[in-house]
């Protein structure tokens, strides 16, 4: 009886699977995509995914396996998604590369209306005969 139900699931159509998920945070998303192969590859389906947020932050500690999480969203969205922000440790040269690799995959998205690329520091020197002025500045956590 519990097989009987459970083959209900592998049977909705794509196009309730992907209604059911435009519902579902991220986190929601991947979780329901687990229920059973059909609902996995409904996962990746372009309405979903409008816009797509890259955080390339290395040294933020909260953030695990964020290359490989980067470098695999790029992958399965990058040629779709029409908006994209991209939030780079501008002074990290790991985030950096890691940001020119997402760029390269977006360069064949035929979708992309928008991009934005934000740094997440700055640093911004003046240099006057024998007077420098330095200024680094953070950008973390601030609403503009």
């Known amino acids: 009886m519990a ?3 459970s083959g209900l699931w ?3 159509p794509s196009i309730i699977i992907v209604e059911i998920f435009s519902f579902l945070n991220l986190k929601d998303r991947l979780n329901a995509s687990s229920v059973c192969k059909a609902w996995r590859n409904n996962l990746f389906h372009p309405k979903l995914w409008r ?6 932050n290395s040294c933020d500690n909260k953030t695990v396996n964020q290359s490989n ?5 790029a992958k399965h969205c990058g040629k779709f998604v029409r908006e994209v922000v991209i939030e780079v440790n501008s002074s990290n040269p790991r985030d950096v590369q890691l940001c020119k690799e997402v760029l390269k995959v977006l360069t064949y998205n035929n979708n992309l209306r928008a991009l934005s690329i934000k740094p997440l520091s700055s640093r911004l020197e003046w240099t006057d005969y024998n007077d420098t002025l330095s200024l680094d500045h953070q950008w973390r956590d601030r609403e503009y």
């Open 3 to 5: 097989g009987e139900r």
């Open 10 to 12: 592998n049977n909705l």
């Open 51 to 56: 816009k797509v947020v890259f955080q390339l």
């Open 69 to 73: 999480g980067a470098r695999f969203l």
